[in-house]
């Protein structure tokens, strides 16, 4: 996911854009950045599914049309006590993604409900989470361990259990979802008894960023529950605002986290 290339392209993308920063203020031109958004093509979960097996996301990345200040795409996520808080948000971000709102719905997502890029077990650095490669590819991410006792064997029964990240159908097994900051896994209530010395594997906390905390507490029906909502994003570099732009957000629908589960 992390190379130097990728980092020298965004280097290069940077002083491009100070450059052409300083010929557009100077021209007075202004600039709308077009990019394509991922699609999905083969799961997006909902938080009130019953059967763990369709607890991942799944979505093609599109890379092959876009415009050269293109750097990725870009993974966010959000964690509920309360599906109707989740609901709220979730559709006041997807009512101005559309395309004459341009990054609207990426800005209100990113800015207004402080959606969070979602971390791997290994450091990713300030990175996209799946860099351009000019193809595009499909991407599976699984944020927790659904094995409910019954173990896994090689990577297909891993896939369809067991939290992981795929891409273009091969199996990152060091990249493990995590949430930002790469050191709290989405494992809530530690099932997997591997919780590095109470720090790893820990409920959401009132106040941090990536969770919105409902005082009313649990959803009714969900007691001990947790939601966890992503959307993917493609992001580029605009060398005319030298800002990040975005294209419109795809849902990739949300996950219950069960105690006992």
């Keep these: 996911m992390k190379d130097a290339g990728f980092m020298q392209k965004n280097l290069f993308l ?42 991942y996301h799944a979505f093609y990345t599109e890379e092959a049309k876009q ?31 559309t395309s004459s709102n341009s990054s609207a719905a990426a800005t209100r997502m990113i800015e207004t409900y402080t959606y969070q890029p979602l971390g791997t077990s290994e450091n990713t650095g300030n990175v996209v989470f799946v860099p351009s490669t000019g193809v595009n590819r499909r991407i599976i991410i699984r944020v927790k361990n659904y094995q409910n006792g019954t173990g896994y064997s090689g990577d297909s029964d891993r896939y369809h ?17 995590y949430r ?35 005082s009313s507490g649990f959803s009714d029906g969900y007691d001990n529950t ?20 975005y294209s419109l957000v795809l849902d990739l629908g949300s996950v219950p986290i069960r105690k006992g589960e």
């Design 180 to 214: 930002t900051g790469n050191s709290k896994s989405f494992d809530f209530f530690d099932y997997d008894e591997d919780n590095k010395g109470g720090t790893r594997d820990v409920e959401p906390a009132e106040g941090d960023t990536d969770y919105y905390y409902n």
């Design 226 to 245: 947790y939601f966890v909502q992503l959307f993917a994003v493609a992001k580029a570099w605009n060398t005319t605002t030298c800002a990040p732009s």
């Design 67 to 97: 415009p050269e200040e293109f750097i990725g795409t870009e993974v966010y996520y959000k964690i509920y006590n309360n599906y109707s808080s989740l609901n709220s948000q979730r559709s006041a971000i997807l009512s101005v993604n």
């Design 161 to 177: 259990f067991a939290a992981c990240v795929r891409i273009a159908d091969s199996l990152y097994e060091p990249y493990i979802p």
């Design 14 to 55: 940077l002083i491009l854009c100070i450059t052409a920063g300083i010929f557009v203020s100077s021209c007075g031109l202004e600039e709308v950045l077009s990019l394509d958004a991922p699609t999905v093509t083969q799961n997006n979960p909902l938080y009130s599914g019953d059967d763990p097996l369709y607890y």
